[in-house]
């Protein structure tokens, strides 16, 4: 079936770095979805990519949608103690319905002050 | 309610024991979603209503789970004869529609332990 690659895997970094991580998949996806969670919380949808190519910005958060659809990257300007969680790349299962999305296994990001 | 609501917050059971999980989604949100999220991954789809009735039931691992929306608002998973493998946080989210923009709101999650 469909499976999403996260790397890396973890991250420590100073407050005010930038933060790069990327999702991969063998197979194309027509939707990227990036989410963060906080312990003890929900996933929280942070940035959705429709179309190949894209580039989406949130605040500090930029997304993209890769060319070849079988990955995307979400980077984070200078950094801030709030940004620590987990982030998950997302995307729907088409062998599936509409409400069944497949998660990558996430990137721990951890900041130093 | 403001957002989706899940009780318990914590669950503690024994092995053999059956639970119930509920989910109080967003006022108006049609769609309904159960997933399940082991240590160290990412949440894995159970489960999707529309309405009252199951759209999606692929994800559920086995027929010891079971999940209802009897009114299309709250919904309620059922685990029977429970394992030490059913150990995981159990989310829930509901969207408008079965949303082809994936606006999905989670809840907190339902902690569920089994010793």
Redo the contacts between chains.
């Keep these: 079936g469909q499976q999403?690659n996260q790397s890396p895997q973890s991250m420590f970094i100073q407050e005010g770095e930038d933060v790069s991580m990327n999702c991969t998949s063998s197979s194309i996806f027509n939707?990227w979805?990036w989410y963060k969670q906080d312990p003890?919380?929900?996933?929280?949808?942070l940035i959705?990519l429709?179309k190949a190519g894209e580039l989406t910005s949130n605040g500090r958060l930029t997304a993209q949608f890769g060319i070849t659809r079988k990955d995307s990257f979400l980077n984070i300007s200078a950094s801030i103690p709030s940004d620590v969680g987990i982030y998950?790349c997302?995307g729907?299962?088409y062998g599936?319905?509409?409400?069944?999305?497949?998660?990558?296994?996430?990137t721990k990001l951890s900041v130093k002050p | 309610g403001a957002g989706v609501s899940q009780t318990p917050s914590n669950k503690v059971t024994e092995k053999g024991k059956y639970v119930e999980l509920r989910c109080d989604p967003i006022s108006g949100h049609t769609a309904l979603y159960w997933y399940r999220q082991s240590l160290g991954q990412g949440p894995e789809f159970l489960i999707y209503f529309q309405g009252t009735g199951a759209a999606d039931d692929s994800g559920l691992p086995n027929d010891r789970f079971f999940a209802v929306r009897p009114e299309g608002s709250v919904s309620t998973l059922k685990i029977q004869r429970t394992e030490r493998g059913d150990s995981a946080v159990y989310l829930c989210a509901s969207s408008l529609r079965g949303s082809s923009n994936y606006g999905y709101t989670f809840g907190s999650g339902t902690r569920l332990t089994v010793v």
């Design positions: 999403l939707t979805l003890g919380e929900g996933p929280v949808l959705a429709y998950f997302a729907p299962d599936g319905s509409q409400g069944n999305l497949i998660f990558g296994k996430g």
